[in-house]
């Protein structure tokens, strides 16, 4: 169950979430399709760099309370916790009896929250909950609750993230680079990547965080057309018809994959 200062309650369902959705929904959440298809892609290990990379980055500040807006499947959540204790267990760190880490999965998609929370946990000392709610909207969480928050191609409220976040915590986000996915662009399949998407970023977190870290990865994936269906499928591109079938296509395919991991820093705004 949870409380609010104001004394109200809200009870976790069957799934395992809470969902704070109030009013009517001008915007919707991945589908259970969109989420099948990220399954299908991210399991086969094409965004394995870039899961370790985050991991790498959020373990290093030891967190206890990890909070993933824009969570979908829980794939990066996951890596970011199997990153945490493989810390605690590492032979050049220090022994320590400390608390488990409590993480929150937050999505506007129920089903991208229900599918994060039934996947369980890394680490049986952590917890993983899942939260309903709308990332543009005051967030549902308290001041200072969160000692990092990652935030993986999903949209970002700047000042709700210096409030939930704890002083001196870490924002973690990934954006795509223009290179992402230039084949599938340039074949009609996929969206175009705004050119400036690092630039707004930095702008638009300028007051209350200061930028600390900045990881590029880069790589040529060999797909096949199954591959190139599911990761067409699993993000913006699918609410868009393409002007093929990318299932259709015969034989593998080069596609190019492109990210930028930004770290900032909580300040005082």
Same mark, same amino acid.
């Given at each position: 169950m949870l409380a609010c200062s104001n004394g109200h309650r809200f009870d976790t369902n069957r799934r395992g979430f809470a969902s704070l959705i109030v009013g009517s929904r001008k915007l919707i959440g991945d589908s259970a399709a969109m989420l099948d298809a990220r399954d299908t892609f991210l399991e086969r290990g094409w965004y394995t760099e870039l899961r370790d990379a985050l991991g790498a980055l959020v373990a290093a500040e030891?967190?206890?309370?990890?909070?993933?807006?824009?969570?979908?499947?829980?794939?990066?959540?996951?890596?970011? #916790?199997?990153?945490?204790?493989?810390?605690?267990?590492?032979?050049?760190?220090?022994?320590?009896?400390?608390?488990?880490?409590?993480?929150?999965?937050?999505?506007?998609?129920?089903?991208?929250?229900?599918?994060?929370?039934?996947?369980?946990?890394?680490?049986?000392?952590?917890?993983?909950?899942?939260?309903?709610?709308?990332?543009?909207?005051?967030?549902?969480?308290?001041?200072?609750?969160?000692?990092?928050?990652?935030?993986?191609?999903?949209?970002?409220?700047?000042?709700?993230?210096?409030?939930?976040?704890?002083?001196?915590?870490?924002?973690?986000?990934?954006?795509?680079?223009?290179?992402?996915?230039?084949?599938?662009?340039?074949?009609?399949?996929?969206?175009?990547?705004?050119?400036?998407?690092?630039?707004?970023?930095?702008?638009? #977190?300028?007051?209350g965080f200061h930028l600390e870290s900045t990881e590029d990865l880069s790589r040529v994936l060999l797909l096949s057309p199954g591959d190139v269906a599911a990761l067409i499928g699993m993000g913006p591109s699918s609410h868009h018809a393409p002007t093929t079938d990318p299932a259709d296509r015969s034989g593998s395919t080069e596609v190019t994959v492109a990210f930028r991991l930004l770290g900032f820093r909580r300040t005082e705004a």
């Open positions: 030891s967190p206890l309370r990890v909070i993933d807006i824009g969570c979908g499947t829980g794939y990066y959540l996951r890596g970011v #916790l199997a990153a945490i204790a493989a810390s605690r267990r590492s032979p050049d760190s220090p022994p320590v009896q400390a608390p488990g880490v409590g993480a929150l999965a937050m999505d506007l998609s129920a089903a991208a929250v229900a599918r994060t929370v039934r996947a369980g946990l890394i680490d049986p000392d952590s917890s993983t909950h899942g939260l309903v709610a709308d990332v543009w909207s005051p967030l549902p969480v308290r001041d200072g609750a969160a000692d990092v928050a990652i935030n993986v191609f999903a949209p970002r409220n700047p000042a709700e993230f210096h409030r939930i976040l704890a002083p001196g915590a870490l924002l973690a986000v990934v954006v795509p680079h223009p290179g992402h996915l230039q084949e599938l662009r340039a074949a009609g399949l996929a969206l175009d990547v705004h050119g400036n998407k690092t630039d707004d970023l930095v702008a638009g #977190l300028k007051f």
